[in-house]
């Protein structure tokens, strides 16, 4: 059994609200828009961390990570690529590579909407943790965390966080 935790979007900061929930996990995996390459050493310090470059992530971290990921975790096949829709509203570009894959888990970002649902017609979970980091739309900060066991996907909660001010979070970093 593995235990996971997914997040997305840290657009340079990582909220240190987040830390105790890294602390017990197997993996952490980050859909994109790392925007440091120091937001992957801190999080490697917690776990193995399996990652993708996102559209704002510069070509030090595109160097180091792939634009899509596949791998397996137990007996899950795992997808996972910044920019790739969801369920009924795939981009155009990804559709053919998950068709092909066929993963039983398919992960993106960059949206900044936590979205998790189930893909009928390609028999696969969707999931996209929403974001983490200080900056897009989102008014909620969100990660997701879950258990691989075999072939099943348990344990799925959301941990999420009110959104700081932009100006409160410049005041507590000077």
Not at 126 to 138: K, L, W
Not at 140 to 165: A, C, G, H, Q
């Amino acid at each position: 059994m593995r235990k996971i935790i997914l997040l997305s979007d840290t657009h340079h900061s990582l909220d240190k609200r987040f830390i105790p929930y890294l602390s017990d996990v197997d993996e952490i995996w980050h859909a994109g828009d790392i925007g440091s390459i120091n937001i992957l050493d801190e999080l490697n310090q917690y776990a193995e961390v399996k990652a993708v470059w996102g559209n704002i992530d510069n070509a030090i971290i595109r160097s180091e990570l792939k634009k899509t990921l596949y791998f397996k975790c137990e007996q899950v096949k795992v997808m996972m690529t910044h920019i790739g829709g969801y369920p009924g509203k795939y981009n155009k570009d990804i559709l053919s590579n998950i068709k092909d894959a066929k993963p039983n888990l398919f992960i993106s970002g960059h949206s900044h909407i936590l979205k998790i649902m189930y893909d009928k017609e390609l028999d696969l979970l969707h999931m996209n943790p929403g974001a983490i980091g200080d900056f897009g739309i989102h008014k909620v900060k969100t990660i997701v965390s879950f258990t691989i066991d075999e072939e099943k996907i348990n344990s799925l909660k959301v941990i999420e966080f009110p959104r700081k001010n932009i100006t409160e979070f410049y005041q507590q970093t000077l």
